[in-house]
């Protein structure tokens, strides 16, 4: 088998749908377990039915590791089996997160044997894909978002290993996890496609800062890119990162991923008293995709509550600014796809921020309601972006190439 290229993209659609799979301790000790929560499991069938009106083929589903090895090394696949069928069945294409957010109960990222045991999972995971899916093009995040989830559970006590100040010690485990993983996989099968999924974000000074403040916003903004200059092997060599580690590079965009320093507020973007120091996304993505040159994807996107027609209006708008530069823009991904609750709160806080609402009730799964605001702003997206997907951006790319 040979190593696929850069330039053939993978997926079968554009627009994709993300269905949250956290499986993580959350900030109680509570393990949370989002796919039967939402409903998902049960009603996979449904689920990908409606997404064909939509156009939305590809789609983001996560194995829950945590369920998948509840003893080290055994491995049940069961219910990946069963979600795999009913993609085929619907003709949905799958890409796959192997560790979203959450771990089995024995480990942390700080355990010593947490890389080993990632990469066993890995190698799993290629064997018992393969053993039912001999041919298919297989398209893997190994760790979803490292950077957020060294804060979260390193730095912000909201998950395992629940510390504080060791942000940086959190990410060098998840690191040399992923790193080995994507070795591993690649050893079992050199055609698995590696997506990145990394928060996109951008911090700015305050109003009349310092000289020192604005390099201090500066430095942290360009700490977003620790976990991906690890895997290419620009930052902390000894992990064993390379570039042909990178692959395709996902990231994760929403409304509240650009703050002030120190104070952390949000800023405001155009539906509300507009800050200037707000970026574009078309400008943030051409910013990641400078540093890297692959393709990008949107991995991640969504807006809670009554924006978000406004926000899916901004992401068509910025889409085309992104691909009219020649910049290979391969995807968006809609995250989640049906509402979700809150992980620290699951009886009170639904996020109110998919495509579907969910309206609970005392027994079964969650009823789907389509937020008919939400899919019309989706679809005037879907045209607006349309007649760019089908001119041959190659041309604009060698042309632009140099001016970025």
Request: negative net charge; hydrophobic residues 40%.
């Amino acid at each position: 088998m040979s190593v696929p290229t850069p330039t053939h993209n993978p997926f079968q659609s554009f627009w994709m749908a993300g269905y949250e799979c956290t499986d993580q301790q959350n900030c109680f000790g509570h393990r949370v377990d989002f796919l039967p929560l939402t409903g998902h499991l049960q009603l996979i069938e449904q689920d990908y039915q409606d997404l064909q009106s939509f156009n939305l083929g590809t789609v983001r589903e996560g194995i829950r590791w945590s369920q998948v090895e509840k003893a080290p090394y055994q491995y049940d696949w069961s219910t990946v089996a069963e979600m795999l069928a009913a993609g085929q069945r619907n003709g949905i294409q799958q890409v796959w997160d192997l560790c979203h957010f959450g771990y089995p109960d024995d480990l942390t990222p700080l355990h010593p044997m947490f890389a080993r045991r990632f990469a066993a999972l890995c190698r799993a995971f290629v064997a018992f894909y393969r053993s039912v899916r001999p041919a298919d093009e297989l398209i893997v995040t190994p760790i979803n978002e490292v950077s957020f989830m060294s804060w979260l559970g390193g730095d912000a006590r909201g998950t395992v290993p629940y510390c504080v100040g060791q942000g940086w010690e959190v990410k060098y485990g998840l690191m040399r996890a992923y790193i080995e993983g994507v070795a591993a996989l690649r050893e079992a099968d050199p055609t698995v496609r590696i997506m990145t999924t990394e928060p996109l974000i951008h911090i700015v000074p305050p109003l009349n800062a310092s000289r020192a403040d604005k390099q201090r916003a500066k430095e942290f903004t360009e700490h977003q890119f620790q976990a991906v200059d690890m895997l290419c092997g620009r930052m902390c060599p000894e992990l064993g990162g390379k570039p042909e580690y990178l692959d395709i590079l996902g990231f994760n965009y929403y409304y509240n991923n650009q703050w002030e320093l120190h104070t952390h507020h949000r800023l405001n973007w155009v539906n509300e008293p507009y800050d200037p120091r707000w970026k574009p996304m078309s400008a943030l993505l051409r910013m990641a995709y400078k540093r890297y040159r692959k393709p990008i994807v949107l991995s991640e996107t969504s807006h809670p509550g009554m924006d978000r027609p406004s926000w899916m209006q901004m992401v068509g708008e910025e889409c085309v600014q992104v691909l009219r530069q020649g910049i290979p823009l391969w995807g968006v991904c809609l995250y989640p796809i049906l509402d979700r609750p809150d992980w620290d709160h699951l009886d009170r806080d639904w996020h109110r921020s998919g495509l579907w609402d969910a309206v609970l009730r005392p027994d079964g799964p969650p009823v789907r309601v389509l937020h008919e605001p939400y899919a019309e702003a989706l679809r005037e997206a879907q045209a607006l972006v349309e007649p760019w997907l089908t001119t041959a951006p190659a041309a604009t790319e060698l042309a632009t190439l140099s001016a970025l």
